[in-house]
Nanobody
Framework: QVQLVESGGGVVQAGESLGLSCAVS????????MRWYRQAPGKQRELVAT???????DYADSVKDRFTISRGDAKTTVYLQMNSLKPEDTAVYYC?????????????WGKGTLVTVSS
């Protein structure tokens, strides 16, 4: 099992920055990728950013050049730095871990943290 706990959400004004953290614990070996998703009210959950075990990153077009995903040296924390926030970034942000368990892909989710961007 992998446990994920997000933190750092809050209320900010448009144009401001906010940083999210995801604490990763449990069977962290064989985690292949860490991802941040978000879900706005009335909308489907969408992928925001990915960092692979090799350090490769990828972003949704809507956040490219504004958001940065990174991880701590021990790979027990994943971060999402969000700059130039817009009201449309308002959502619950979820951390997700993808783990390969002897050929079976396991997915673990955190409970989310709310980000509200006011105009």
């Amino acid at each position: 099992q992998v446990q994920l706990v997000e933190s750092g959400g809050g209320v900010v004004q448009a144009g401001e920055s906010l940083g999210l953290s995801c604490a990763v614990s449990g069977r962290i070996f064989r985690i292949t990728a860490m991802r941040w998703y978000r879900q706005a009210p009335g909308k489907q959950r969408e992928l925001v950013a990915t960092i692979t075990s090799g350090g490769t990153t990828d972003y949704a077009d809507s956040v490219k050049d504004r958001f940065t995903i990174s991880r701590g040296d021990a790979k027990t924390t994943v971060y999402l730095q969000m700059n130039s926030l817009k009201p449309e970034d308002t959502a619950v942000y979820y951390c997700r871990a993808d783990r390969n368990d002897f050929g079976t892909n396991m997915i673990y989710w955190g409970k989310g943290t709310l980000v509200t961007v006011s105009s």
